[in-house]
């Protein structure tokens, strides 16, 4: 799983400039399980309302790496981090979901907060989440330090890992230190890009992914055909009966500014929940199994 995220585009992109996610490629096993969920949907009314009526806490740790105890450098304050955590369960309280802080690591390790994403040499980023993450295959770990390459983000999707292996280790997502709220990157300081990201590690595609006759699977998301940048109001890329809507830059999924994202759609919620249970919510993933008896050395 891990090599698929490294498809990225070459061109260096300041991360000001425009919003860029490194988790753009999706593995074909989790389309085609979002193609069944949505084709399940279709054949009942059941998935919408039972997520309509379902609530989630969310195991979750931040972790904050920096090249040394500067801001600038990756050493979020921790005022920041409450406010990250607010924005989160703030963004996603039309889903029921909720983000339950156990802990917060802080780490001054110059190459774990320096490393680059792209390229295929994952050593330096297994090392750093072997040593850093927490709980089960249901728990969030989010690592919060200067990504490099003009990313604000790059996450994880769920899949069938098997525990204690490498993809286990990597799982959780990496997200720019100075896109937290009140963070120096312009116009993704609200905190959105930690949202956005999470929805990834949920199982959410891109609103854009594979453009018109792609999408992310999801009924009520319009079609769009490429990635918005900042909030140009009233951007329709699919036109035609078969396409309604506008594009949805309001979508927590889409590559708008911070300011102009205050959504995830009833069916987004309903594919949150359809993935949870299929991956991460599963009895053998959660942190109370992997800390039973007998499984006490794991952790
Ligand atoms: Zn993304």
């Not at 195991?59 to 981090?81: C, Q, R, S």
């Not at 295959?137 to 990504?147: E, M, Q, T």
């Not at 949920?202 to 918005?228: I, K, M, N, Y």
Request: charged share 25%.
């Amino acid at each position: 799983m891990r090599a698929s995220l490294i498809l990225m585009p070459l061109l260096a992109v300041a991360a000001a400039a425009q919003r860029k996610c490194g988790s753009t490629h999706v593995p074909g096993a989790l389309k085609e399980q979002a193609r069944a969920f949505r084709a399940a949907n279709a054949r009942s009314s059941f998935p919408a309302a039972h997520a309509a009526n379902r609530t989630l806490l969310v195991e979750t740790y931040f972790h904050v790496i920096g090249a040394d105890e500067t801001e600038e450098n990756g050493w979020v304050p921790e005022d920041k981090l409450t406010k990250q955590l607010e924005v989160m369960n703030e963004h996603y309280a039309s889903t029921g979901i909720k983000f339950d802080l156990k802990e917060t690591t802080r780490t001054v390790n110059k190459e774990w907060a320096g490393f680059s994403v792209e390229g295929n040499d994952t050593s330096i980023e297994l090392d750093m989440k072997k040593k850093l993450r927490k709980g089960g295959y249901d728990a969030l770990n989010v690592y919060f330090r200067p990504l490099g390459d003009g990313l604000l983000g790059i996450c994880v999707f769920p899949d069938d890992v098997e525990k204690d292996s490498d993809d286990f280790w990597l799982d959780g997502c990496q997200v720019l230190h100075s896109s937290v709220p009140g963070g120096s990157t312009k116009n993704y300081d609200l905190g959105a890009t930690a949202t956005h990201e999470v929805g990834h590690w949920f199982g959410l595609f891109h609103t854009f992914q594979d453009g018109c006759d792609g999408g992310d699977q999801v009924d009520d998301t319009p079609a769009e055909a490429d990635p918005t940048q900042g909030c140009p109001k009233g951007k329709d890329t699919c036109t035609g009966a078969k396409y309604p809507g506008l594009d949805p830059i309001q979508n927590f999924m889409d590559y708008s500014y911070d300011a102009c994202m205050n959504q995830f759609t009833p069916g987004q919620a309903t594919r949150i929940y359809q993935f949870w249970d299929k991956y991460r919510g599963k009895a053998s993933n959660s942190t109370a199994h992997f800390r039973g008896v007998g499984e006490a050395a794991f952790f």
